[in-house]
């Protein structure tokens, strides 16, 4: 065989292998990446299987979990195309988007029912007030507010152990804005996590622990946890529960979940078909994780908000407590 005989025959050979590679260049996944709230995340995580499953490995949706301030700290600097949040976007994280030229959709996706939860061998409350939790969790109670009988004369004079969400967790923001009356006003002398898997086990071994946590947290451990009603104003003391939530009795710790979508991803035809499984698909398996889901008439409005382009939040970036997903909706979003 001559050396051009050879060099033909490689030519050949390299051009098949070219060919041969096309196809796989085509069929490679696109990606979406998601970061953010631990309480968004079984909702999120349960589509995204779905969604990648219909898709049929065509398109990759990668799941975090690094709370929802530091999700909105990724979102914000353009390192995510969809930011899961507990609470509404707050002025300072606005302000970082909008310097990064970063834009968004706010779309509600879920309810949550902030569960207060106590040891089940704790025999001594079923009952717990708005005003006996802020006495436990206000600022000035760190080092101070130590005993149970400290809060409720009748209680032992036992310690309590405390649990609850990180400080970049919206869990948190949310608790201490319906609790404390302030976001983010919290004692620090307790355990503290954004898994809130750490919480769930901190409490169900601690006797003496009181805690809060996410009601689909809550649930696959009601077996080994004690959930509190919750006595607030001139309501009748109310447990955590997806009936209760939606009759709207259960306040002032019902809450919507969000999902926030950048407008540059928006553009990707992943992203919008993504969004628009979220809120065809999305209800039943919200449900199937334990999640409240909107009305078919709010997930409609979500998605046309998505559709009409109506970028922004409806909150202005200051926390609010009680308010519904048909107000949040008919609100004019601002950036």
């Not at 507990?86 to 970063?102: A, D, F, H, T, Y």
């Not at 946890?225 to 709207?248: F, M, Q, Y």
């Not at 998505?306 to 008919?330: C, M, R, S, Y």
Request: charged fraction near 20%.
């Amino acid at each position: 065989m001559t050396q051009t005989t050879h060099f033909l025959t490689g030519a050949k050979i390299l051009v098949a292998a070219s060919v041969a590679l096309l196809p796989i260049k085509a069929m490679a996944a696109s990606t979406i990446t998601i970061d953010g709230s631990s309480t968004v995340f079984p909702p999120a995580e349960a589509v995204a299987e779905e969604f990648q499953a219909a898709k049929k490995g065509n398109v990759r949706v990668t799941v975090g979990i690094s709370g929802t301030g530091g999700g909105f700290k990724k979102f914000c600097r353009g390192e995510t195309d969809i930011s899961n949040a507990s609470r509404p976007i707050l002025k300072e994280e606005m302000e970082i988007c909008k310097q990064n030229g970063i834009s968004y959709f706010e779309l509600p996706i879920a309810f949550d029912a902030l569960t207060v939860a106590v040891n089940p061998k704790n025999n001594w409350v079923e009952t717990i007030t708005i005003e006996e939790l802020k006495k436990i969790w206000e600022p000035s109670a760190q080092g101070q507010v130590t005993h149970w009988n400290q809060v409720r004369p009748e209680w032992p004079n036992q310690p309590i152990k405390l649990y609850g969400a990180g400080s970049d967790s919206g869990t948190f923001d949310y608790f201490t804005e319906a609790v404390v009356g302030k976001a983010k006003a919290s004692r620090g002398d307790y355990t503290a996590s954004e898994d809130d898997n750490v919480l769930v086990t901190g409490i169900e071994n601690d006797v003496s622990a009181l805690g809060y946590l996410p009601f689909a947290y809550y649930v696959p451990h009601a077996d080994r946890l004690k959930a509190l009603a919750i006595k607030w104003k001139d309501n009748p003391a109310t447990k955590p529960s997806l009936e209760n939530v939606s009759r709207g009795t259960y306040n002032p710790l019902s809450r919507p979940l969000f999902i926030y979508v950048s407008s540059k991803a928006a553009q990707r035809p992943e992203i919008k078909d993504f969004v628009q499984f979220f809120m065809t698909e999305g209800p039943a398996l919200v449900q199937e994780v334990k999640y409240l889901p909107l009305s078919e008439a709010e997930y409609k409005q979500t998605m046309e908000r998505f559709t009409g382009g109506k970028l922004g939040t409806a909150f202005g970036g200051v926390p609010e407590v009680g308010v519904g997903v048909a107000e949040i909706l008919n609100r004019k979003p601002v950036q």
